[in-house]
């Protein structure tokens, strides 16, 4: 079965310094895709990154890039320059095609100003 | 991205009564999904929705408790049905994005809380 794990409950980062959250995932799977979700008090969960497995490159969205390592199962996401809105939950996740998210527990940020 | 929106967006009930949540789509989508997510835990699927269709549950959700109505391509709603302090969850829905579907939006989620 796959599963998703995110090994950090908690992290706190200065602010405008860089913070690594860790996402490892177990499948037998070829063919994936996988996700950071963000999910700030507010609650509302929003999309911050995705990849592809079959692409070599690491995603990137401005401030936000990941770390993918499809042979390590490794799905890192580095977020640059933190900002204090980027103080949230956030949420690594995967999927294949036409079945349903998997999604971590989740890493709690904080921002320190 | 869609643009989804849920009502309502909190509420507090009582035990043994039922709760209908509403959510809206500005576009047209072939799927959408119910999501639990229990007080500092993580989403867990409730079921999948098609439209003109019964909706698929996951295990240890029944139509029963969370009975889904799917009416059309842009609107579904999930009753939380015979409440208890067990059901004090958020509920989110979600679509699957039109130009990647094996992508996600959420909608803004409703906080539950059972007494």
Redesign the interface.
Same mark, same amino acid.
């Given at each position: 079965a796959q599963t998703v794990t995110q090994s950090q409950p908690e992290m706190s980062v200065q602010e405008a310094e860089t913070v690594t959250l860790s996402c490892t995932y177990d499948t037998s799977e070829s063919d994936y895709y996988l996700f950071w979700y963000k999910q700030p008090p507010s609650r509302q969960m929003i999309l911050v990154i995705r990849q592809e497995a079959y692409k070599q490159q690491n995603a990137t969205e401005n401030r936000f890039s990941v770390n993918f390592q499809k042979a390590a199962k490794s799905f890192s996401l580095k977020i640059s320059d933190s900002q204090l809105g980027d103080a949230a939950m956030y949420f690594c996740a995967y999927r294949i095609r036409d079945d349903k998210i998997i999604f971590g527990k989740g890493t709690r940020l904080h921002i320190l100003p | &991205?869609a643009v989804i929106s849920q009502k309502p967006s909190r509420d507090i009930c009582q035990r043994g009564t039922s709760l209908t949540i509403q959510c809206q789509v500005d576009s047209q989508v072939t799927m959408m !999904?119910w999501y639990r997510q229990q007080p500092g #835990? &993580?989403?867990t699927?409730i079921a999948?929705a098609n439209q003109g269709s019964e909706a698929t549950y996951?295990s240890g959700f029944v139509i029963d408790k969370f009975p889904i109505s799917r009416p059309n391509l842009t609107f579904s709603t999930l009753t939380v049905s015979n409440m208890s302090p067990e059901d004090s969850s958020?509920y989110?829905c &979600?679509v699957e994005a039109r130009e =990647? #579907?094996?992508?996600? =939006? !959420? +909608?803004? +989620?409703t906080?539950l809380l059972v007494l």
């Open positions: - | &991205s !999904f #835990q &993580s989403l699927l999948t996951e958020i989110l &979600s =990647y #579907q094996e992508t996600q =939006y !959420f +909608g803004p +989620g906080r």
